[in-house]
């Protein structure tokens, strides 16, 4: 029984690392398509698509599997809790990266106003956000989880319509020291 | 506690650069709005990161992250009252 519970593990842990580096080529692609002039980038975007729901749906079952039959504990089932999340966020942002593609296919002629507006960079910013998060959940690295959470507050801001909340922030860790 | 930093504030970059151009050339008003999807889908890519990095801050640390927007709320139903 052990064996086989470690053996779960290591192929939960093993379809997560090829459904990330999917979502990760995905969202590259996606970045891709704003700036260069290719049609067949979202006809490639839609097919990988269906693969990571594939993968979303098989990683979906192996978790409530897991948790019906395994009855993980402590470290085993955060990883397990962590998966399902993960997975879930993680087809998220496929699915935007078709719709990114799609809607950038519709823009073609347009090129030189996407450019000009400045969302290129935030693309940009946003896919180093992937990248990194999916190398800090693999490799177990603090610092680098930590880096995009801050990371994110700065795309919001770039993309913030109003200038409100301008200072809330400086008082959040006193209200966290408060929970915990 | 790291998880929330002093913003440096960018203003309101797209959003500007958007509207000022639909003034002018209202022929253009389709793919500008088509640009502020894109700027909004964007900017949810770089939420579901953060959200990633969330669960694996829960994963590492063993302690649940209080999520942002509770704060934000708790914070201003203090400052309201």
Redesign the interface.
């Known amino acids: 029984m052990p064996h086989q519970f470690g053996f779960g593990m290591e192929e939960l842990k093993a379809n997560l690392t090829l459904m990330s580096s999917l979502v990760n080529h995905q ?1 590259q692609q996606a970045v891709n398509s ?1 700036t260069r002039a290719s049609s067949n980038i979202y006809k490639e975007i839609k097919l990988k698509d269906d693969e990571i729901d594939a993968f979303d749906e098989l990683l979906q079952v192996q978790c409530e599997n897991m948790f019906a039959l395994q009855q993980p504990i402590a ?1 085993d089932l ?2 397990v ?2 998966s399902l ?2 997975n879930n ?2 087809e ?2 496929g699915n ?2 078709v ?2 593609a799609n ?2 296919k ?2 073609n ?2 090129k030189n ?2 450019l ?4 290129v960079d ?2 940009k ?3 180093k ?2 990248s ?3 190398e ?2 693999l490799n ?1 690295n ?1 610092e680098l ?2 880096n ?16 409100a ?2 200072n ?6 006193a ?3 408060e ?2 | ?15 500007n ?2 509207t000022q ?1 639909m003034k002018s050339e209202t022929n ?1 008003v ?3 709005a ?2 502020l ?27 649940a992250a ?1 999520p ?1 927007q509770v ?2 709320v ?2 201003n139903s203090t400052q309201s009252n």
């Open positions: 969202v704003l470290n955060r990883f809790i962590t999340m993960i966020q993680l998220r942002c935007i990266s719709s990114i809607r950038t519709k823009i002629a347009h106003l996407i000009e507006s400045g969302i935030m693309a910013e946003a896919h956000m992937i990194q998060v999916i800090a959940f177990s603090l989880a930590n995009v959470i801050v990371k994110d507050d700065k795309v919001d801001e770039q993309n913030s319509l109003v200038g909340s301008k809330i922030n400086f008082l959040c860790p209200l966290r020291d929970i915990f | 506690m790291k998880y929330f930093k002093t913003k440096v504030f960018r203003g309101a970059l797209v959003f650069y958007v151009k253009l389709d793919p500008l088509y640009i999807i894109l700027a909004r889908q964007i900017e949810h890519l770089a939420d579901h990161a953060a959200n990633i990095a969330e669960h694996a801050l829960f994963l590492m640390e063993a302690k209080l942002r704060a934000t708790k914070l």
